[in-house]
C-alpha cells in the first residue's frame, strides 16, 4: 500500500531557535499595528510567547496551516542529537 509521513521530529538547537524566535518577534502587521507573532503562537499571543510555543504552533497540524505534525525538539546548545 501507499505510505505517507504523517509526523516527523526536527531538531534544533536552543540558540538557532531563539534567534529565529527574537528576529520575528518585534515585527508588526502595517493593517493593524498588532504584532505578527500574536498570529504565530496559538493561545498564547505576543505576551506569554517563547521560541518553543512558537514552534509548537507552527507544527500543530490542528492549525489550519500545517500540512503534518512536527514536534520540535530544542538542543541545549553544545550538544548533540541523541
Not at 531538531?11 to 524566535?21: D, I, L, M
Not at 520575528?24 to 505578527?36: I, S
Not at 507552527?58 to 505534525?69: H, I, W, Y
Amino acid at each position: 500500500g501507499a505510505r505517507a509521513v504523517l509526523e516527523y521530529q526536527l531538531f534544533y538547537r536552543a540558540r538557532y531557535a531563539e534567534a529565529a524566535f527574537a528576529s520575528c518577534r518585534d515585527v508588526r502587521l502595517p493593517a493593524t499595528g498588532g504584532y505578527a507573532i500574536a498570529t504565530m503562537c496559538g493561545r498564547y499571543g505576543a505576551q506569554l510567547c517563547t521560541a518553543q510555543r512558537w514552534l509548537d504552533f507552527q507544527g500543530d497540524k490542528n492549525n489550519g496551516l500545517a500540512p503534518l505534525q512536527i514536534d520540535f525538539r530544542l538542543l541545549p546548545n553544545g550538544s548533540e542529537p541523541g
